[in-house]
T-cell receptor, first 114, second 117 residues
Framework: AQKITQTQPGMFVQEKEAVTLDCTYD???????LFWYKQPSSGEMIFLIYQGSYDEQNATEGRYSLNFQKARKSANLVISASQLGDSAMYFC???????????FGTGTQLKVEL | DTAVSQTPKYLVTQMGNDKSIKCEQNLGHDTMYWYKQDSKKFLKIMFS???????INETVPNRFSPKSPDKAHLNLHINSLELGDSAVYFCASSQESTSGRHTYEQYFGPGTRLTVT
């Protein structure tokens, strides 16, 4: 079974600053994938970034990067140069290999301020 | 050019009624899912279909019955609706069978907000 923990229910960041959203996970699988999704107030779920457990490099997608620390079982999302449009709920999720369901964390509500 | 679409977007109905939510994806994916997001925003898998075959059924009451007429469609029928069924239901799809490296990310539909009164 997989478990995702997001300990920050809410975060504030100033525009143009960087912010780190925490995610820790627990799994007995040797091979797994970690994902981050964004859910703005409009409600849709937007895929942001993926990290495979055997990927040696941290994943990056534009202003998003995933700080993957396998030994600590953490997969934090870093958003650089925050924009007002980044205000949303962010979900960390994982899947084990051999199963295809995503297990989600409880989410972090990010608010970007002027 | 919508990738994953769901209808309806909003559904308000009374307890005891039967309702359906439809989902279609035009991504050519072979796997589709239903997730439920409760009032606290927690997302949980309900069902997964791969090439029209049910592969995940996560402790969901029998009142919920998914149907996949083809691999591009996955519908969710709910019988005898209860107050606790009020939630946002998301359909998603992914490509599971492929050669080479793949990230298996799931693409979500816009969600259907179901309100049972």
């Amino acid at each position: 079974a997989q478990k995702i923990t997001q300990t920050q229910p809410g975060m504030f960041v100033q525009e143009k600053e960087a912010v780190t959203l925490d995610c820790t996970y627990d799994t007995s699988d040797q091979s797994y994938g970690l994902f981050w999704y964004k859910q703005p107030s409009s409600g849709e779920m937007i895929f942001l970034i993926y990290q495979g457990s055997y990927d040696e490099q941290n994943a990056t997608e534009g202003r998003y990067s995933l700080n993957f620390q396998k030994a600590r079982k953490s997969a934090n999302l870093v958003i650089s140069a925050s924009q007002l449009g980044d205000s949303a709920m962010y979900f960390c999720a994982m899947r084990g290999w051999g199963g295809n369901k995503l297990t989600f964390g409880t989410g972090t509500q990010l608010k970007v301020e002027l | 050019d919508t990738a994953v679409s769901q209808t309806p977007k909003y559904l308000v109905t009374q307890m005891g009624n039967d309702k359906s939510i439809k989902c279609e994806q035009n991504l050519g994916h072979d796997t589709m899912y239903w997730y439920k997001q409760d009032s606290k925003k927690f997302l949980k898998i309900m069902f997964s279909y791969n090439n029209k075959e049910l592969i995940i059924n996560e402790t969901v009451p029998n009142r919920f019955s998914p149907k996949s007429p083809d691999k591009a469609h996955l519908n969710l029928h709910i019988n005898s609706l209860e107050l606790g069924d009020s939630a946002v239901y998301f359909c998603a799809s992914s490509q599971e069978s492929t050669s080479g490296r793949h990230t298996y990310e799931q693409y979500f539909g816009p969600g259907t907000r179901l309100t049972v009164t």
